[in-house]
Nanobody, 122 residues
Framework: QVQLVESGGGLVQAGGSLRLSCAAS????????MGWFRQAPGKEREFVAS???????YYADAVKGRFTISGDNAKNTVYLQMNSLKPEDTGVYYCAYSRSYIGGRKDEYNYWGQGTQVTVSS
């Protein structure tokens, strides 16, 4: 089992920044990817960004140029730097871990965190 703990959510004004962190513990793997998804009220969970342990990254079009995903393999931790935040970025942000896949398909991720709330006010 892999446990994921997210932190860093909060309330910010439009145009502001937040940095999310997600630490993985337990039975982690040499090759893995970690991703961020978000879910707004009444909407499906959607892909935000993902990063593999070899450094490959993917982003949803809605966040390209504003969000940056990065990882610290030694700490099994992934970060999501969110800049120029918009009200439509509001939602619960979930960290996810995959043993064999990197990308935007949420069904391919094996483990999920509890989520952290991000609220962007206009």
């Amino acid at each position: 089992q892999v446990q994921l703990v997210e932190s860093g959510g909060g309330l910010v004004q439009a145009g502001g920044s937040l940095r999310l962190s997600c630490a993985a513990s337990g039975r982690t793997f040499t090759w893995y990817s970690m991703g961020w998804f978000r879910q707004a009220p009444g909407k499906e969970r959607e892909f935000v960004a993902s990063s593999g342990s070899v450094g490959v990254t993917y982003y949803a079009d809605a966040v390209k140029g504003r969000f940056t995903i990065s990882g610290d393999n030694a700490k099994n931790t992934v970060y999501l730097q969110m800049n120029s935040l918009k009200p439509e970025d509001t939602g619960v942000y979930y960290c996810a871990y995959s043993r064999s896949y990197i990308g935007g398909r949420k069904d391919e991720y094996n483990y999920w965190g509890q989520g952290t709330q991000v609220t962007v006010s206009s």
